[in-house]
């Protein structure tokens, strides 16, 4: 099975800051790799597919990169509503998400 | 609208059974990919299972296989998971998911339902 490591697991940052996300495949993976955002109490929401292509509707402060293992999602001026916890997840075998990032407010 | 609406959770007793609907509408679910997730409380996300929307193939977790059994039925525009052999550690909201792609598997899910909540105890 896949792991999927994301690094920090949790993260401090004001209004305007940029902020980028860590995640870490066990194997390679090519460019199978999504990201999420989920808020408190509500369902996930779809960021980022392929590693890099921003769903529709999502902000281009976000953006993602990477392929093989190494990943990173990058959000380039934190807005109020950014704050969250984000997941990674590999689409290259079943799926697996990674244990999420808590973005939390400096 | 795209949507995705589940039921069926509740509270159940170790070693006993449930089973969960997710009703879709505003798309050809037919012709889709779909998918169960779960979050225990206060903890990640985990990938339970998912159904081929092309042929039908089912893929499940280590954690599952062999007492959950995820199907579909299009006529009815409807999904589900059903729960066998239910233990404390299934405890969780469990959240349905559509595929990114028509005709495809394993691309990600853009739409998800709200969650219905699962707790196993005695």
């Known amino acids: 099975d896949i792991q999927m490591t994301q690094s920090p697991s949790s993260l401090s940052a004001s209004v305007g800051d940029r902020v980028t996300i860590t995640c870490r495949a066990s194997q390679s993976i090519s460019t199978y790799l999504n990201w999420y955002q989920q808020k408190p109490g509500k369902a996930p929401k779809f960021l980022i597919y392929?590693?890099?292509s921003l769903q529709s509707g999502v902000p281009s402060r976000f953006s993602g990169s990477g392929s093989g293992t190494d990943f990173t999602l990058t959000i380039s001026s934190l807005q109020p509503e950014d704050f969250a916890t984000y997941y990674c997840?590999?689409?290259?075998?079943?799926?697996?998400f990674g244990q999420g990032t808590k973005l939390e407010i400096k | 609208e795209v949507q995705l609406l589940e039921s069926g959770g509740g509270l159940v007793q170790p070693g006993g059974s449930l089973r969960l609907s997710c009703a879709a509408s505003g798309f050809t679910f037919s012709s889709y990919a779909m998918s169960w997730v779960r979050q225990a409380p206060g903890k990640g996300l985990e990938w339970v299972s998912s159904?081929?929307?092309?042929?039908?193939?089912?893929y499940y977790a280590d954690s599952v296989k062999g007492r959950f059994t995820i199907s579909r039925d299009n006529s009815k525009n409807t999904l589900y998971l059903q729960m066998n052999s239910l233990r404390a550690e299934d405890t969780a909201v469990y959240y349905c998911?559509?595929?990114?792609?028509?005709?495809?598997?394993?691309?990600?899910?853009?739409?998800w339902g709200q969650g219905t909540t699962v707790t196993v105890s005695s």
């Open positions: 392929a590693a890099s």
């Open positions: 998911a559509k595929d990114l792609r028509i005709n495809g598997d394993f691309n990600g899910m853009d739409v």
């Open positions: 997840q590999q689409s290259y075998s079943t799926y697996t």
């Open positions: 159904i081929s929307g092309s042929d039908g193939s089912t």
